[in-house]
Structure formats: C-alpha cells, structure tokens
C-alpha cells in the first residue's frame, strides 16, 4: 500500500511569519481531507527550511498522512493547501508501506 505524507508549512511565503494559529489551518486542512473523501492523520511538527532567495525559516508545519490514494488526487489535495496556505511549496513525500488491522474481540 502507498502512504504520502504531505508537509505543509504555516509561515506564509511572502511575510515568513505565521498568520493565523495552528488551529485554523488545521481546521482548513480537515476540510480539504474531507472534500477529497481521504481518510488522514495529521500531527503538527516544528521544522526548519531554506526558501528560494536562500533565507532560513524555522515554523511550524503540518505532515498530512494518506493511504493508498491515486497519484491526482494526492497532487490535487497538496496543491490546494499549497495555494491555501500560501507557500511556495510543499514537500510530499511517498512510500510504501506494510498495512494491517487488529480487532479485540471484547465480547
């Protein structure tokens, strides 16, 4: 099964600051999980990068996990939270991975 991981950060791209708390943009990356009908896990991390022109940022950002959804639909979600967000870009990162579910039998 293929997972992707999409890591978008939250400064935006012209100011390098932060504009909105995490909270939002989270909310806003929900919501496009939701439109698409993908299922997700998202955790916030403290990242740091290097922009076009060379400058550092350290911020936070947002790792979208998704599994096993079709390649134009993976680019469309991180091209939306690209453009929402604001950023020069986003990183996406794909793999494969090993699978399975466990069920308790609790009767």
Sequence with gaps: MKQTMIYVGLNDSVTHV????????????????????AAFSV??????????????????????????????????IAQDLCAFF????????ESEADVYFLKEDLG
């Design 18 to 37: 932060q504009k909105f708390d995490t909270q939002k943009y989270m909310s806003v990356l929900k919501n496009v999980c939701r439109s698409y009908h």
């Design 43 to 76: 955790h916030t991390i403290n990242g740091g990068y290097f922009h076009e022109d060379g400058s550092y940022v350290e911020e936070t950002t947002l790792c979208l996990t998704l599994m096993d959804l079709p390649e134009n639909t993976v680019r469309e």
């Design 86 to 93: 604001h950023q020069e870009s986003v990183m996406v990162s």
